[in-house]
């Protein structure tokens, strides 16, 4: 089948194109500059501006799946107010352009996976346990997955099956924020960062492209989901996992304080968390592949750190 990914450039976007890839599907990646990326086997590349669907809304018509992983970095650099407006503004652009696509499309795509972020919950400073029944937070990441969830909502009104991704930190040594984490292990000076106690809903890129084929095949698949391992971990513990793996210290903390001075309001993605728990996923029968912390950085760095 013919799959559309917006956001098809990014960590996961590249993965999960390769992975359908591999599988036989024709898959299309949406960007605003084809000439500067490198094109995988079985993996076409579609020119788009990102707010519309001009000169590719035609490839929404009888596509099997599209999947919009679309919007600016949230980490890429301090929030400023205007930083703040095109994080959001870029994912609202990215909705309207997919809806765009398939009000168009004489027959419509066959599911629609909408992405999103655990951070849809807020900060929960609790223990208790966050699946996808629980209500959105109300500060300003709660707020941007809200509205990033809402701009396709109307895709359900037009007859097509819609899964939101509620993704946690994805780990993968090609990208993301596991590197950076890295860092301060390898200059030994590794450790939790502010009180430790914050949990740290964590994925590891395989499972996040398993999850995502998973639910484009699942008739059943349906409304939220929490892309998010059935273990989470608290910040102190991820931190002695890593030390325990790349087999380097662990106890230095990075104070909050000093987060909030490097990073400003953007700390608080280091600072807080939310217990989150793949519920639904689990329930539809899908199994993790590295359902444990343990297991996935063994996977990623070797049982001494690779990485190191």
């Known amino acids: 089948m013919r799959v559309l990914i917006a956001g098809g450039t990014g960590l996961i976007g ?18 605003r500059q084809p000439g500067r990326v490198k094109k995988g086997a079985g993996v076409q590349l579609q020119q788009w501006d990102g707010r519309s669907a ?8 009888g596509a099997g799946a599209i999947v919009n992983l679309a919007g600016a970095g949230i980490a890429d650099q301090r929030w400023s107010a205007a930083r703040k407006g095109e994080i959001r503004q870029s994912r609202i652009d990215a909705g309207k352009a997919v809806m765009e696509a398939i009000a168009g499309a004489v027959v419509k795509p066959g599911v629609l996976i909408q992405s999103s972020a655990v951070g849809y919950y807020g900060t929960q400073s609790g223990d ?4 996808e029944g629980v209500s959105p937070g109300g500060d300003f990441l709660a707020k941007l997955c809200f509205d990033w969830e809402a701009s396709t909502a109307a895709a359900v009104r037009q007859g097509v099956r819609r899964a939101v991704i ?28 502010g009180s430790g ?16 084929q998973f639910l484009i ?7 939220p989901f929490n892309l998010s391992a059935p273990q989470p971990v608290t910040n102190q513990e991820f931190g002695r996992l890593i030390g325990e793996v790349m087999g380097r210290p662990s106890f230095l903390p990075a104070p909050g304080f000093a987060m909030q001075a490097l990073f400003g309001e953007m700390a608080v993605i280091l600072l807080e968390g939310q217990r989150a728990v793949p519920q639904r996923l689990l329930e ?9 912390a343990q297991e996935a950085l063994r996977a990623l760095l070797g049982r001494r750190g690779n990485a190191a």
């Open 166 to 193: 509620r993704t946690g930190v994805v780990l993968s040594l090609a990208g993301g924020a596991f590197p950076k984490q890295l860092l301060p292990f390898k200059l030994f000076a590794g450790g939790p960062v």
């Open 54 to 61: 001009a000169g590719w809304g035609h490839l929404a018509d």
């Open 284 to 292: 539809l029968g899908f199994s993790f592949k590295y359902p444990t």
């Open 128 to 131: 208790a346990a966050v699946d």
């Open 197 to 212: 106690r914050q949990w740290y809903p964590w994925i590891h890129l395989e499972d996040e492209v398993r999850a995502i």
């Open 217 to 223: 095949a699942n008739p059943k698949a349906e409304g």
């Open 14 to 31: 590249q993965a999960l194109s390769q992975a359908l890839a591999a599988e036989g599907h024709d898959v299309v990646v949406l960007t």
